[in-house]
């Protein structure tokens, strides 16, 4: 019961943050000269004269009304999912649509960095904490240090020298092998946006039982997923080792020793088990972060999910993908961090609103 409104409680305060992000956006919109704004609106596809498209557009804009009146109808355009035309290299059509096809790469390669980096993290992190001060734990801390330190496009193009030079077989670009998906069921054109049902090609290959393209997809994103895990590794490895030492101070882990129990048995039961819970927090925000990371990595990589698309459109001035994109990745955030209050609060009861 306590759970549940807390749940409700952080739903209710979700509301406020989320008018703030699209009063944010909504001001981003309305500081650009007109041409432009209306220009969000114009469909390269529809057979309406131009004129024509931007008179409509002017009245959905309502441009002729306060701003308070536009924010509101920006509000209800936003929920009916009219979210304007994009038209770059890499698609043109709604906005909307864009994201659909976008989205899903990122997140795959977000999940797949993020599992990596707590895979390895939470060992390491283990071992700094239980070795403090020696060879082992200052070792982690340099790990820790560089993962902040280093710039991810830079080395992204560092992974991507050493694949060529040492193991030619693993690839640098793209999200799978040119032509694999031709003629397969499943998908409906010939590209990676066009696997079903999902549109995240990893989890549709694996649905369908298709294998080849799996362990194709799989191989493809080792190296990007390398370069973000390395980015977010060192918060995972601080946090663990912070907690564990700070645990291993505490009364109950003396106890333990003191009754003579096995290393390992308290390490695992009495030390990480309580050092893991702030980790928890630390993962999801990290995983959220991570979207603002991929943006040049899916660039150099040439994946093509929404940080690649932003980037696109930053170049070639799309306002509509750039509105949209700032939006995204601010509800994505706010979603995560309320995901990781709930599982917080369901591991930890001690915690209240």
């Known amino acids: 019961m306590r759970l549940?409104?807390?749940?409700?409680?952080?739903?209710l305060?979700?509301?406020?943050?989320?008018?703030?992000?699209?009063?944010?956006?909504?001001?981003?919109?309305?500081?650009v000269p007109v041409d432009?704004?209306?220009?969000?609106?114009?469909?390269?596809?529809?057979?309406?004269p131009r004129d024509q498209q931007i008179a409509a557009a002017v009245r959905l804009l309502h441009l002729d009304e306060p701003l308070p009146v536009q924010y509101v109808y920006y509000l209800s355009s936003l929920l009916h999912g009219d979210w304007g035309f994009t038209n770059t290299n890499l698609f043109a059509g709604a906005v909307t649509d864009a994201v659909v096809l976008f989205f899903p790469p990122t997140v795959e390669l977000a999940i797949a960095a993020t599992l990596l980096a707590t895979?390895?993290?939470?060992?390491?992190g283990t071992i700094s904490a239980i070795r403090k001060d020696r060879l082992p734990d200052h070792v982690t801390r340099?790990?820790?240090f560089t993962g902040y330190s280093v710039p991810l496009f830079w080395l992204a193009l560092l992974l991507q020298i050493l694949a060529v030079q040492y193991i030619p077989s693993l690839p640098i670009q793209g999200q799978v092998t040119p032509g694999i998906l031709s003629g397969r069921s499943w998908v409906v054109g010939s590209g990676v946006f066009d696997s079903q049902p999902t549109h995240f090609l990893i989890l549709d290959a694996a649905l369908n039982g298709d294998w080849?393209?799996?362990?194709?997809?799989?191989?493809?994103?080792?190296?990007?997923?390398?370069t973000l895990t390395y980015g977010v590794l060192g918060g995972i490895l601080r946090m663990v080792r912070s907690g564990m030492v700070d645990a291993m101070n505490q009364e109950y882990v003396k106890t333990a020793w003191s009754k003579g129990l096995p290393e390992?048995?308290?390490?695992?039961?009495?030390?990480?088990?309580?050092?893991?819970?702030?980790?928890?927090?630390v993962v999801g925000l990290l995983f959220a972060g991570l979207l603002g990371g991929v943006v040049l990595v899916e660039d150099v990589f040439i994946w093509n999910g929404i940080g690649r698309w932003a980037t696109v459109a930053i170049i070639s001035h799309d306002l509509a993908t750039i509105l949209a994109t700032t939006l995204?990745?601010?509800?994505?955030?706010?979603l995560v961090n309320l995901v990781v209050d709930i599982i917080y609060a369901y591991l930890d009861p001690r915690i209240t609103l």
Do not use: C, M
């Not at 080849?212 to 390398?226: F, T």
């Not at 995204?328 to 706010?334: D, Y």
């Open 4 to 11: 549940a409104l807390f749940i409700v409680r952080r739903l």
């Open 13 to 31: 305060l979700l509301i406020p943050t989320l008018l703030g992000v699209t009063l944010i956006t909504f001001v981003l919109s309305r500081a």
């Open 36 to 48: 432009q704004l209306v220009a969000i609106y114009i469909n390269p596809h529809s057979p309406l």
């Open 119 to 124: 895979i390895i993290g939470i060992p390491l």
């Open 142 to 144: 340099v790990v820790a």
């Open 212 to 226: 080849e393209v799996l362990r194709d997809a799989l191989w493809h994103i080792v190296l990007p997923a390398l």
């Open 264 to 281: 390992g048995v308290i390490i695992r039961k009495h030390i990480r088990r309580n050092a893991l819970l702030p980790v928890t927090t």
């Open 328 to 334: 995204i990745f601010a509800l994505f955030l706010v």
